[in-house]
């Protein structure tokens, strides 16, 4: 069972460069997110989304763009990288049930030079 | 906003103690929850609370949710370096996201 696949694994920037960040599910949930994870300040949500076609910003939404065309797939865009967005970020996603669990993926490593 | 505080932030033992995490919010949630996360690898989900007062245990650990839904607690008993990780909990905050914790990285040695 693949689960929550994201890619690239690890990915260096210079300040201004554009990248996207791939995340698929094959679980068929309804629900993904991508989050950010910074030393001392545990996962810090940027944004979700709760069907295809729709996105919601999280608590950190500054700086990114998201995409949900299908249903398994949610799209993180950087357009013009900064140093403060250095940070591992996980993309994850959850079933409909009210207590449903994340499964998360394996994070992509990204730094901005 | 909700915050969630989680203490100690680190916590390094000899294999064999017992240790207890803290996840405490002045804000009340309907459901917690309990991540483990290793080096280079996303959160794994270890039990879900949704009741206030309950308990549950999964082998060594125990977790419990306050009476009041705003604090949890992570018992673990004769911790082995296997339990070795980052420990974070989540309250669901509205119906479609989590909040997590500031996380309790714990080191068992041998």
């Known amino acids: 069972n693949a689960g929550v696949t994201q890619t690239p694994k690890f990915r260096v920037l210079k300040t201004g460069q554009s990248m996207t960040l791939l995340c698929a599910q094959d679980?068929?949930?309804?629900?993904m997110y991508w989050y950010r994870q910074d030393p001392g300040m545990g996962l810090r949500l940027i944004h979700y989304s709760v069907g295809e076609g729709t996105t919601a910003k999280g608590e950190v939404p500054d700086g990114y763009n998201v995409s949900r065309l299908k249903k398994q797939n949610f799209l993180l865009g950087l357009e013009s990288a900064a140093p403060s967005q250095t940070s591992v970020y996980f993309c994850a996603s959850r079933s409909l049930r009210g207590t449903a669990g994340y499964t998360f993926g394996s994070g992509t490593r990204l730094t901005v030079v | 906003t909700q915050l969630l505080e989680q203490s100690p932030q680190f916590l390094s033992i000899q294999e064999g103690e017992n240790l207890t995490v803290y996840c405490n919010s002045s804000s009340v949630f309907s459901s917690l929850q309990w991540y483990r996360q290793e080096p280079g690898e996303g959160p794994v989900l270890l039990v879900t609370v949704v009741t206030g007062g309950e308990v549950k245990k999964l082998k060594r650990l125990t977790f419990q949710f306050g009476d009041a839904r705003k604090d949890s607690s992570l018992h673990i008993t004769a911790a082995q370096p296997g339990d070795t990780g980052l420990y974070l909990c989540a309250g669901l905050a509205g119906t479609y996201k989590y909040i997590f914790g500031t996380g309790t990285r714990l080191k068992v040695l041998a």
């Open positions: 679980m068929n949930h309804e629900y």
